[in-house]
């Protein structure tokens, strides 16, 4: 296998983010696919060159190409083309002001206002309006979330998933008009990279991927690991809130997040999604 080929650089990415090294068949066909996936990073610089909306609405088109449940279709996107629109949208967000800078910006939403109505305007009941309603209007977004990104990855275009625009929901929807039923899972800026970026080390396979059962072992131990080969290759710059808690001699992924969710953030999420119609019972 030479180092360039397809299947070396999905080891190489593989072998960077997880700390194994997989065995990749040079044979397979797609494997150039593969190797976008295997090696993605989220960017958030971009060259100030535009994304030409039929480019924008192919890929749109191919992200809602992916699997829907039942067919129900709920999920939506929205493409911010005003700037007044984005720059009010990111006025909500102020620690991520490089939004404004990607060449487009778009909401993908979870809409379940389409089921209720069809079963109303066909004359049927609606016994399903509970949690599961909402789940799968989410899952169907995240789902053309991630077709879109994969899509647009293989272009070579960088993309950063923004969930912080469910930071202050209730603005958000009233800048978007978004009906009833209708919550952003995320917005995503979309751009050329102006860096190349850096693969970001995840969680073990051992972790993560499991065999028939959970198994019994030492979650935390695992962690740890994780932490230490991820301190190793990708040291945080800086410490979270080390005013409130001090600086770590050693500071890890755990210790990151840890941290990070140690501030409340969204505690009015779910009454929004209620205000919104969906019943989570
Ligand atoms: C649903 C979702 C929401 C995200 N929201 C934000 C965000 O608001 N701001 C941001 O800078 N990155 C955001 N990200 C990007 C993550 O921070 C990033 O995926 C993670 O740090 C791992 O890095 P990588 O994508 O380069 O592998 C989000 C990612 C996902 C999947």
Redesign the pocket.
Known sequence: MSDDSPAGAIQRALSERFGEQLAVDPGLVGLACLAKIAG???H?RFQPRAVEPDLLRLLCACALSAPSKSDLQQSDIVIVDDMAVRKAIVATIPD?PWINEAAAFLVFVANGERLPMICKARGKPFPNDHLDQFFNAVVDSAIVLSTFIGAATALGLGC?????IRDHIATVSGLLNLPQRSVP??GLCIGWPAQA?E??PRLSLDTTVIRDRYPSCDRLGEIDAYDRRRAAQRPYRRQRDADRWGEASFYGWSEDKARQYAEPTRTDFGEFVRSKGFRLD
């Open positions: 993605y990073r989220s958030r991520m950063c998933p923004i969930s912080a899972i995320a970026g693969i970001t």
